[in-house]
Nanobody
Framework: VQLVESGGGLVQPGGSLRLSCAAS????????MSWYRQAPGKEREMVAT????????NYADSVKGRFTISRDNAKNTVYLQMNYLNPEDTAVYYC?????????WGQGTQVTVSS
C-alpha cells in the first residue's frame, strides 16, 4: 500500500496550491479519502474528507470556502485545491485512506505560507 503526496511548497499569502495523492496497493474506489494537516506543536487535524464515489465532501470550518477536495477513481488520485492561503495554513499535509478497519497514511508534504 502506498499513498504518495505531492504539490506542496512555499507560497505567498493569498496564493494557491494543489496537492495530489497517488494511491496504490488497495481498491482506491472503495475508500473514503481525507486530507489531514499537522502544524508545528499542534495535533493533526482533519482538513477535508470525500466519500468513495466523490459524491459528498466535508471540510474543517477553517478551510470552508477556500479548499476543495476531489478525486479521480480512474487515476487512483485524490486532490486538494487550496486557495486564499494564509500563514495559519502552514503545516505538513497528509493523505489518508479509510475503509472499515483499514487506515492508511501517506508520508506528508510540506506547505509553507509566507511572504
Amino acid at each position: 500500500v502506498q499513498l504518495v503526496e505531492s504539490g506542496g511548497g512555499l507560497v505567498q499569502p493569498g496564493g494557491s496550491l494543489r496537492l495530489s495523492c497517488a494511491a496504490s496497493g488497495f481498491t482506491f474506489s472503495s475508500y473514503v479519502m481525507s486530507w489531514y494537516r499537522q502544524a508545528p506543536g499542534k495535533e493533526r487535524e482533519m482538513v477535508a474528507t470525500i466519500t468513495s464515489t466523490g459524491g459528498s465532501a466535508n471540510y474543517a470550518d477553517s478551510v470552508k470556502g477556500r479548499f476543495t477536495i476531489s478525486r479521480d477513481n480512474a487515476k487512483n488520485t485524490v486532490y486538494l485545491q487550496m486557495n486564499y492561503l494564509n500563514p495559519e495554513d502552514t503545516a505538513v499535509y497528509y493523505c489518508n485512506a479509510m475503509r472499515l478497519y483499514n487506515i492508511y497514511w501517506g508520508q506528508g508534504t510540506q506547505v509553507t505560507v509566507s511572504s
